[in-house]
């Protein structure tokens, strides 16, 4: 007998009918003899709805007041949910964030979890019922309420299969799982049964968009199996777990990319200890989240630094810059909105030293032009021109025999 | 600088528009000089709304889900109309019915509250915010979220009122105040500028509908003065408050009825002790909600036995009874669902006898047949047929001259 939780996202719990499947789902897996905690987020477009209201009525939203309204969501679904599965025979109970335990720090909009205590969870779990627990929500040191910012419910999923010890946390979400590629890019592109915690937190981090880093990172800090599969099909989808060193592995197990950040290039950026400390500093201070940076070395005594933004935090950033510009004595600063990122993540390129070079020759082959370059152990990207990045995408996946 | 407790309804915070209406009445109350707690209901039809989704998705509604369900309603719109405060520049934050310390009993969707424990209101109110507090919700000693039932914002308005010492609690609602009959009957009615709670408690129990008797009783209990207000004009509505020796008083204040109830008539009853109590302790037991009794002095060993309940548990009513035919010795039982009652309330009755004769004359002189009678120190009811208590009311209306 396992410990499941179950996390359904939005679309999963749409609509009566929906919460119906999922009702029936949860009965099956309860039945099979495995002990289950669910998670839920608000249904469809239920959080748009009540933000549509808010702008009705305001045009300051304190953010206090703003987690209030949105955390209505989730116990909206949660309870109906807890309903339908009264309806099949299976005794449930509803738990708001704070009656789960989930205690978050006190930054409402974007709280961070501190601490669970599952001690009620685990007490519903011993007397026999489901617990449903709304996602996305917590409660501060302060007592008050809090959600936990995008991505939350996923992280209230695996937070709780942490402090529960569960055996696997299941993300029910509306694709089969996570992809060689985006399939709209790709049509080839096809399912990864297994994954290990490091390539889904590279993909997750360069444009993969089935699960947040956060939640990756959260798993795989506390060890728990993810496994993400769909709410529509209920098929088996993609594991994610600790990788397994008995297995060969895949050298490159997917494609990724990204066309939301923006590039930044300062050039003639004096050579010496403590100017690129003062640039991204000021930039951190203005709340610019700074994603890839290359520094090319120098032999003349300066060089240019370039570095990528979202594309929204372009202007800020440049504005930023440019104001450093006596203090810091660079020549200038240019920046281009039209960049894409393309990627290739396997933890067996950590062994097979050829990786680089067969994606490289690829691009270069089909005139391709890279204009920054970054590693890990298990990752490349290449910042190329936008129109360039869906091409590239399928001709990597063909190049490193994805398809098969 | 007085507290005020300020109650709004579902129509009064029924759409955006309302609720910035709402918002803008609070900002002036608050900057006249006032220390304002404001408790709000459900927008308009979203209760409804709920129930519906409810029923769409099972047939069984567990009442602690129910419960955590309709909760969401009232946090709704507590969190945008403290955004709406926000926007008019006054300090405003939201409290859910346990946040605002609302003790209440383990009973689910009809939790009576036993205790207030104000010291996050206060420290709130002293810290220069205007809470908002969600009504109709709780936190019972289980730690569970629980409603309050029918009526249940304007209880937890007066509980809180009551729990903070306030000056006067002030119920918005979409009619101008209590009224000395209902308008759409008597055309000619007026708004009483005062009533005190005794008359008030007379009419909420005998067919007033603008405040439940759970909520008078509540506010005579606590000394809470209740000023029954327009959301819509504004206007000084009806003050309901301890009844002032010193001033004159109405002998009748206002004509009420109600056509929601049924009678039941148990004839050939043998006189001796205890048979009436087996016969309302029976129906007690079925959850019967017997208002009105009536027993005639008999004067042959039997005596017949008249009550009213509502029209709802007319049946259950009369197969209890009917079950108790052996063992009481009763000769037989016979219902009328065609009944309504009509009733004048008026403090001022106790020192004027003459007002009973008026008002069975006028009924009598229009040909108007009374099927049973009660009264109390201020209050005569009637039941009549159903089909003579609209003409009743216009005719009492105008004999106790109460269209002056």
């Not at 098929?235 to 592995?249: A, F, K, L, S």
Request: with cysteine; proline share 4%; aromatic share 4%.
């Amino acid at each position: 007998m396992a410990l499941i939780v179950q996390k359904f996202g939005g679309t999963s719990v749409g609509d009566a009918d929906r919460i119906r499947a999922v009702a029936d789902h949860v009965a099956r897996t309860r039945r099979a003899g495995n002990d289950v905690v669910v998670v839920v987020s608000a249904m469809g477009k239920s959080t748009d709805n009540l933000l549509r209201l808010a702008n009705d009525v305001s045009t300051v939203m304190p953010p206090r007041e703003l987690d209030m309204l949105l955390t209505t969501g989730e116990r909206i679904s949660m309870s109906l949910l807890c309903m339908a599965l009264a309806d099949l025979g299976v005794a449930a109970a509803s738990f708001t964030g704070s009656q789960a335990g989930i205690i978050t720090d006190t930054d409402h909009t974007k709280a961070k979890i501190l601490e669970i205590r599952p001690d009620r969870l685990r007490k519903a779990i011993d007397d026999g019922f489901v617990p449903v627990v709304a996602g996305f929500q917590g409660m501060s040191t302060d007592h008050e309420i809090t959600t936990l910012g995008r991505g939350g419910s996923d992280v209230t999923a695996v937070a709780l299969a942490a402090g529960l010890k569960a055996d696997v946390c299941e993300i029910y979400t509306d694709v089969t799982g996570v992809f060689t590629a985006d399939p709209r890019v790709v049509p080839e592109a096809h399912r990864i049964p297994r994954v290990s915690f490091d390539e889904m937190s590279e993909m997750a981090a360069t444009g993969g968009r089935v699960l947040m880093l956060r939640s990756v990172e959260f798993a795989r800090n506390h060890g728990v199996p993810l496994h993400v599969r769909s709410s529509f099909t209920w098929e088996p989808g993609t594991w994610i777990v600790e990788e397994d060193e008995t297995m060969e592995q895949a050298i490159v197990s997917a494609v990724t990319h990204d066309t939301s950040e923006a590039k930044v290039t300062v050039s003639g950026v004096p050579d010496r200890p403590g100017v690129a400390a003062r640039l991204f500093r000021a930039l951190a201070e203005e709340g610019v989240n700074v994603d890839m940076i290359v520094q090319n070395t120098s032999e003349d005594g300066s060089t240019d630094i370039s570095f990528t933004v979202p594309q929204g935090d372009l202007a800020t950033s440049e504005a930023t810059v440019e104001n450093l510009k006596e203090a810091l004595g660079f020549a200038g600063v240019t920046s281009d909105p039209s960049i894409g990122r393309v990627s290739i993540v396997g933890a067996g390129m950590k062994t097979h030293p050829g990786v680089t070079a067969t994606m490289f020759e690829t691009l270069a082959s089909n005139d391709i032009n890279i204009e920054m370059i970054s590693t890990s152990p298990i990752l490349i990207s290449c910042i190329i021109n936008q129109d360039h990045v869906e091409p590239a995408v399928q001709l990597l996946h063909a190049a490193f025999e994805l398809s098969k």
